[in-house]
């Protein structure tokens, strides 16, 4: 795969990301969860520490879920950057 191709698909995959990261529907999944399972940890018996872990790591994925995808949009807009530069380089007969 050549370096534009790949460039592009990365680009792609970050303007998809960013869909994602704005959808109401999805943003209100996240907080839902996010609340839900910091309330069940809250509310969990500190004896419950196996459960309180589970619940923990349910939580702490939704961020890393999160966070995945605002990787992808920052690598999709170094991509886009990156594209950009090799458009004009061709276009002024350097590339």
């Keep these: 795969m050549n370096e534009e191709h790949q460039l ?3 680009l792609q995959r970050g303007t998809k990301a960013k869909l994602l990261l704005e959808d109401p529907l ?3 999944a996240f907080q839902k ?4 399972y910091f309330d ?3 509310q969990s ?3 419950a520490t196996e459960q309180r872990e589970k619940i923990w790591l ?3 994925t939704v961020s890393s879920v999160q966070a995945q995808l ?5 690598t999709g807009k170094m ?3 990156q594209l950009k530069v090799i458009q004009q380089r061709k276009k002024n007969g350097i590339w």
Excluded at 70 to 74: F, G, K, T
């Design 45 to 47: 018996s500190v004896e």
């Design 58 to 60: 349910m939580y702490a």
């Design 79 to 81: 991509a886009e950057d």
């Design 33 to 36: 969860l996010e609340s839900e």
């Design 70 to 74: 605002a990787s992808v949009i920052v």
């Design 26 to 28: 999805l943003i209100e």
């Design 40 to 42: 069940a940890w809250k």
């Design 8 to 10: 592009s698909t990365e």
